[in-house]
């Protein structure tokens, strides 16, 4: 069935694999399993510590960690 809907995106998400309309922005996200032996993180590969990854997180959210809830986080990522 033809909808003549046109959308516009810059990242298609999974539907650029599947071809499906309803997969348009959708993503397939990797489990937190093991995730301190799978640096560099981010899909191009940006952050290549978990430390990396919390200050982008900080900056772009504009969030007020404290440096223990920082090495909390950190402590809890790092034992997943």
Do not use: C, N
Not at 18 to 43: C, E, N, Q, V
Request: proline letters at 5%.
């Amino acid at each position: 069935m033809t909808t003549g809907q046109t959308v516009r995106t810059s990242d298609p998400g999974v539907a650029l694999i599947t071809g499906k309309w309803g997969d348009i922005g959708k993503f397939k996200i990797p489990s937190l399993r093991a995730l301190p032996m799978r640096a560099p993180y981010f899909h191009d590969g940006q952050a290549r510590t978990l430390e990396d990854v919390l200050r982008f997180y900080e900056q772009r959210f504009e969030m007020d960690l404290s440096g223990d809830d920082r090495r909390d986080l950190i402590e809890f990522l790092s034992a997943l």
